[in-house]
């Protein structure tokens, strides 16, 4: 069975940090590309930052320069460390596991809540 678990969400004011963790099992955890994504309330969900099995990044360009996206194959573990937070990045934030070989597989988290206060 394959979990993508969450952990790490809190409240923090504005220009605070938090680490966001997703530890996953089920699955062969260095050939998954992993991201991050967040819904706000009314809105739809939305990239993050993803890192691919050979670790390449990317990022939104509206966390850019405030969030890092890395990875323990070790653990099987997604970190997010998210700096200089703002009250717009206040969601739920989703983690996602995807490998495209030998088919497409994709798998989510059930996520954890970020709230950042002005």
């Known amino acids: 069975q394959v979990q993508l678990v969450e952990s790490g969400g809190n409240w923090v004011q504005s220009g605070g940090s938090l680490r966001l963790s997703c530890a996953a099992s089920g699955i062969r955890f260095s050939f998954y590309d992993m991201g991050w994504y967040r819904q706000a309330p009314g809105k739809q969900r939305e990239f993050v930052a993803a890192i691919t099995s050979g670790r390449r990044t990317n990022y939104a360009d509206s966390v850019k320069g405030r969030f890092t996206i890395s990875r323990d194959n070790a653990e099987n573990t997604v970190y997010l460390q998210m700096n200089s937070l703002k009250p717009e990045d206040t969601a739920v934030y989703y983690c996602?596991?995807?490998?495209?070989?030998?088919?497409?597989?994709?798998?989510w988290g059930q996520g954890t809540q970020v709230t950042v206060s002005s």
């Open positions: 996602n596991g995807r490998r495209l070989i030998p088919r497409d597989t994709n798998y």
